[in-house]
């Protein structure tokens, strides 16, 4: 038994969760609860980043008092983590006491080991990003994420010494390659750092908002500076204990936030003197109907609409089997349609079905003693430790088609006039299957394999638990809203 931290990336509050944040929390709820299954302890934490910029300007539009809005929005984005059934353990906002404290206690050890200095800064400055961004980066003149010009900032700011980091950072990732993953991330981590690290700002003037300087009222914290400490501060830090779970297990991130979570946050904590991360992932994009998710667009799937449809694990399931986890995919609704028909519908749930009924029909629903597991599952595990998730579901679909396959074969009907003994044999047989398919499916489909073992628990089949699937056609369906 041993421990695992897994963390999802803080998200901003100036809108509300789409398809994409949940697609990086329920990557992590999976890893949580198969962690779980193995026996493990798990600390899995996500949460808001509120001291934004971003904030304060949506906050504004609205005309609401920022902690009305801040709090409302909070509570949306914990709400929606809860509709989908996500086990985190502990929901962090950055405007909470505590991460303060650790925010304060994280600059006062980076300033102890003389990585902090005064400097004037001038510069562009994207509100999108909560970023400085270098003219080359621009096109006409603008973001080309946000679709804006940047702001021209100069002030008087403190700096981190990033740039001493930059030979310990890549002696660190070259001698553990597990750390920034999946590969092509870390290439593109190890490029960027080749090229030369620059100091960076770590504060912003008073008039931003923020966490205050410690000792210095016209300045307040930068919010990525303040933001990647929520990881430690959900671990309890600075308190003694934090080790107990410290060193995170595994971050999970977007594949746009991977400089500021592997380079800014180990350089950072190497100069805190705090152990780093044990992995980082960055995980894909997806598109909607083969465009980026954007808010402008108004192509922003709300996960809460989809599962209103079709229920948490036909969302689960898609993401997960669709998309390898780490590179990019795509959401379109009649590819969604077709696997929820196909594989969830036909394959597993009109499966657990026939067998229910045929153990109905034959023995009175007695199911009698059922033989042990008989599938090895090294190829499932595997695919588990090394976050391929469409791989693990994928040695899943062998054994749900193979176990079609076999009721194919052995014809239980035709058994049924002939040869009683052997039935009992495949209906049997069938439970067992079924049972190893809902274990196996525990971290991907809770509430599905919830349903499997209750469909048979205690030696006979419970038909109140009812269909797994129902099919589309027989869904009341109202039109995906697109906002
Ligand atoms: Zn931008």
Request: proline share 4%; aromatic share 12%.
């Amino acid at each position: 038994m041993g421990k695992f931290f897994v963390t999802t990336p803080i998200y901003y509050i100036n809108d509300k969760p789409h398809i994409g944040h949940a697609y990086a929390t329920i990557a992590a709820d999976v890893l949580a609860r198969y962690r779980r299954q193995q026996g493990d302890s798990v600390l899995f934490t996500t949460g808001t980043d509120e001291n934004s910029q971003k904030t304060v300007q949506a906050a504004e539009a609205l005309g609401q008092p920022l902690d009305q809005y801040t709090n409302a929005m909070a509570q949306q984005w914990q709400k929606t983590w809860n509709d989908l059934g996500i086990s985190y353990t502990k929901f962090i906002r950055t405007t909470d006491a505590d991460h303060h404290k650790a925010v304060l206690n994280f600059i006062k050890r980076v300033d102890v080991a003389g990585d902090v200095y005064k400097d004037n800064y001038e510069g562009l400055y994207c509100v999108g990003h909560e970023s400085f961004m270098r003219e080359d980066e621009l096109v006409d003149g603008k973001c080309p994420d946000h679709n804006k010009a940047p702001e021209k900032v100069k002030e008087e700011n403190y700096f981190f010494r990033l740039s001493k980091y930059q030979d310990k950072l890549l002696s660190h990732i070259e001698a553990h390659p597990e750390f920034i993953q999946p590969e092509t991330r870390r290439n593109e981590v190890v490029a960027f750092i080749k090229r030369g690290l620059q100091d960076f700002s770590i504060s912003r003037s008073k008039k931003h908002w923020g966490i205050g300087w410690p000792g210095d009222k016209d300045q307040v914290v930068y919010v990525w500076f303040d933001a990647l400490v929520n990881y430690l501060t959900a671990s309890g830090f600075p308190d003694d204990g934090y080790k107990e779970w410290w060193p995170a297990d595994l971050h999970v991130v977007g594949k746009d936030i991977t400089k500021f979570h592997c380079i800014y946050w180990p350089a950072m904590l190497m100069s805190a003197n705090i152990e780093l991360p044990a992995r980082i992932f960055g995980h894909g994009f997806f598109t909607v109907d083969g465009q980026k998710i954007s808010k402008s667009l108004g192509n922003a799937v709300d996960p809460r609409e989809l599962v209103g449809i079709y229920g948490i694990d036909a969302l689960r399931y898609y993401l997960l089997r669709e998309i390898p986890f780490g590179a990019d995919g795509e959401f379109t609704r009649e590819r969604f349609e077709t696997i929820y028909n196909t594989d969830l519908a036909n394959e597993l749930g009109n499966l657990v079905q026939r067998v229910a009924v045929m153990v109905t029909k034959y023995f009175g629903g007695q199911v009698g003693e059922v033989p042990p597991h008989s599938h090895d599952v090294k190829a499932y595990k595997d695919a588990m430790d090394v976050y391929r998730f469409d791989k693990a579901l994928e040695e899943v679909w062998y054994l749900v088609k193979g176990l079609n396959q076999y009721i194919e074969e052995e014809k239980p009907w035709a058994l049924a006039k002939t040869d009683t003994e052997q039935l009992a044999y495949v209906l049997r047989q069938a439970v067992s299957d079924l049972d190893q398919i809902s274990m196996l499916l525990l971290p991907f489909l809770p509430t599905t394999a919830g349903k499997i073992s209750a469909t048979f628990a205690d030696g006979k089949v419970h038909p109140e638990v009812g269909i797994l699937f129902p099919k589309t056609d027989t869904i009341e369906k109202t039109e995906f809203k697109v906002k």
